[in-house]
C-alpha cells in the first residue's frame, strides 16, 4: 500500500515515519517539494506518486500568529484541502484529513462524540473546521476526518517541549511559571495517533470522523505538574519551578481556547486502544531521558 504525507517536517508526519509498518510504502513531502498553497504542485505530486491515501500532515498549526494571519491560514488549512479533495477524487485517491479538538467551543460538561455539532471559537479552529465540511460535502467513505488534541512529538514545539524548556531555566531567569488551569483537555503522544492512522488504513470504508486521543484528560496545569514530576525523577530537570495555577482571563492571551475540548473515543476503540496519558507521557520522557544521556 502506498501513502503519501503532505507537511513531512511535522510532528505527526515524523510519528509516521518512526512507526512505519513495512508492508507500507511511504512518501512524504516537504512545503519545499509541495507548498499545499500552489496547487498545480498539489495535481503534479498525486499524479506523479498516485497514493492508495493522503494523510494531510500539512496545517497551519501556530494558534496564536493564526488570529492575525488569517489569509495564510485560510489558504492552508482550507483551500487546500479542498483543492486535495478534488484532485483526490479525480484520480480515486482515498483521504485521511486531520482536526482538531479546537473545531469545539468547550461548553461541553462531558467529552465531545463525533455526532455533536462543532463550533469554533479562534481563526485556527475556525479553519479546521471548515476544511471538515469540505470532506463531509464529498458523502464518501473513501474520505475522512481524524479529530485529535494536545498532540506532542520530538521532533516539534509543542506544549511539553515548552514545559522542559522553561522548567530547565534558573530560579533567577524564571521564578515560577504561570499556567492555565481551566482549559481542560487529552494530551496526545503522535506515536499512539501513527499506530492508530496505520490501522485505519487498512480498513476498506471509514467513517466519516473518528476522535483519537491519548485515554483520560487534565487540565493544562495539571499536564504541567505531571511533566514537570516525571522529568524530575528522570533527571531530566535538576529542581522544581513553582508552578502557579492561573485563569485563562488572567493568562492574557489574545486567543480563545475551548474550556473543555476532550474527545469521546470510544468508538475508535476497536481499531486501537488509547493508552493513559500519564503512561504515554512517560515512554516520552524516558526517551528524552536516553537521548541526552
Ligand atoms: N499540534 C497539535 O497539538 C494538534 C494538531 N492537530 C492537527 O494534526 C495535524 C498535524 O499536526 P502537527 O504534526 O502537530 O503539525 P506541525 O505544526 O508539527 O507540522 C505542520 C507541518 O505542515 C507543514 N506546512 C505548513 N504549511 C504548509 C504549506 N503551505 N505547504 C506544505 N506544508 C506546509 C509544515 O512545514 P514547515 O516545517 O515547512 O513549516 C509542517 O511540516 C494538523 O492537521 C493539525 O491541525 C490536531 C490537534 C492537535
Ligand atoms: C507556554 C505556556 C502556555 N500556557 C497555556 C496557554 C494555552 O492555554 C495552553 C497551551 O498553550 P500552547 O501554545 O502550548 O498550545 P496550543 O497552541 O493552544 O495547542 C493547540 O495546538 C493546536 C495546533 C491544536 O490543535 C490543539 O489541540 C492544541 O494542542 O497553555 C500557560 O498557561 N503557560 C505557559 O507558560
Same mark, same amino acid.
Given at each position: 500500500m502506498k501513502i503519501l504525507t503532505f507537511g513531512q517536517?511535522?510532528?505527526l508526519a515524523?510519528?509516521l515515519k518512526?512507526?512505519q509498518p513495512?508492508t507500507i510504502e511511504l512518501i512524504q513531502l516537504t512545503?519545499?517539494q509541495v507548498?499545499i498553497?500552489?496547487?498545480?504542485l498539489i495535481y503534479e505530486a498525486l499524479a506523479h506518486y498516485r497514493p492508495d491515501i493522503i494523510i494531510n500532515c500539512a496545517?497551519?498549526? *501556530? ?17 487546500a484541502v #479542498?483543492f486535495i479533495t478534488h484532485v483526490a477524487r479525480q484520480l480515486g485517491i482515498r483521504f485521511i484529513q486531520l ?14 462524540? +463525533? ?20 470532506i463531509?460535502?464529498?458523502?464518501s467513505?473513501q474520505f475522512c476526518?481524524v #479529530? ?11 506544549? +511539553? ?18 499556567? +492555565? ?13 501513527a499506530?492508530?492512522l496505520w490501522?485505519l488504513c487498512l480498513q476498506n470504508?471509514w467513517?466519516?470522523?473518528? =476522535? ?18 516525571? $522529568?524530575? $525523577? ?5 529542581? &522544581? +519551578? ?9 493568562? =492574557? ?10 474527545? *469521546? ?7 486501537? &486502544?488509547? &493508552? ?15 537521548? &541526552?544521556?
Open positions: 517536517t511535522g510532528q515524523n510519528a518512526c512507526t513495512d512545503r519545499q507548498d498553497t500552489q496547487s498545480q496545517a497551519y498549526t *501556530d494558534v496564536e500568529r493564526a488570529e492575525s494571519n488569517t489569509t495564510q491560514v485560510m489558504q492552508t488549512n482550507v483551500d #479542498r482536526s482538531t479538538d479546537y473545531v469545539f467551543n468547550g461548553c461541553s460538561p462531558t467529552p465531545y462524540s +463525533v455526532s455533536q455539532i462543532p463550533s469554533a471559537i479562534n481563526v485556527y479552529g475556525h479553519s479546521k473546521l471548515l476544511a471538515e465540511n469540505v463531509l460535502q464529498q458523502q467513505n476526518i #479529530r485529535t488534541s494536545w498532540l506532542y512529538h520530538h521532533s516539534g514545539k509543542n506544549f +511539553v517541549s515548552t514545559m522542559l524548556h522553561l522548567m530547565s531555566q534558573t530560579s533567577e531567569a524564571l521564578p515560577s511559571i504561570n499556567i +492555565v488551569n481551566d482549559q481542560t483537555g487529552s494530551p496526545t503522544l503522535a506515536e499512539g495517533l499506530h492508530f490501522k470504508h467513517s466519516p470522523i473518528y =476522535h483519537w486521543s491519548d485515554a483520560g484528560m487534565c487540565t493544562w496545569y495539571e499536564f504541567a505538574q505531571e511533566i514537570q514530576s516525571q $522529568a524530575f $525523577a528522570l533527571g531530566l530537570i535538576s529542581s &522544581k +519551578v513553582p508552578l502557579i495555577p492561573v485563569t485563562s482571563q488572567a493568562y =492574557h492571551s489574545r486567543v480563545k481556547r475551548p474550556a473543555f475540548s476532550v474527545l *469521546d473515543t470510544k468508538a475508535s476503540h476497536s481499531i486501537f &486502544k488509547p &493508552k493513559p496519558w500519564q503512561q504515554q507521557l512517560a515512554q516520552y520522557l524516558y526517551s528524552c531521558s536516553l537521548i &541526552k544521556k
